[in-house]
């Protein structure tokens, strides 16, 4: 027998990811919110990455610091465990989180990191002049020269 569950929660402004270990207790094994704000934990339910708005750290099961540091991280190279038998983690930055599901031949990826609208700097709403019942005005003349 099998039980995991990754509880995935919406609201307006963000939504949170949570995943328990199969276990009387349902450990919480990760958390993440849109901000790319949370943790990963080990069996144990010790944390063993802190992610938060001004960096990170890593820590040992023992609870000793491995590793620390503000954004941006240092390092490109991936940081990436598991967190039980059916699911790992992957970190780079607060971007780019990423756990995955892996069980009976399915693969499923759940993106954890902040998640931003319209993330790409190249789109039409940077010509906005302001909102108006909720819609954007935009500044059509501007949008035509940069098409020029």
Known sequence: RRGVAATIVKFDGGGQTVITHDNPRGTVLASFDYDGVGTAHFKSGAPRVVVS??????????????????????????????????????????????????ADGEVLELAVGENKKRADAENYMHTAVGLEGGKALLNVEARRLEGA
């Open 53 to 102: 708005k001004k960096g990170w750290m890593q820590s040992g099961e023992d609870g000793a610091l491995v590793d620390a540091g503000e954004w941006p991280r240092a390092t490109k190279a991936p940081l990436q465990f598991q967190l039980n038998k059916c699911f790992s983690f992957h970190f780079t930055n607060r971007q780019s989180i990423t756990i995955t599901y892996t």
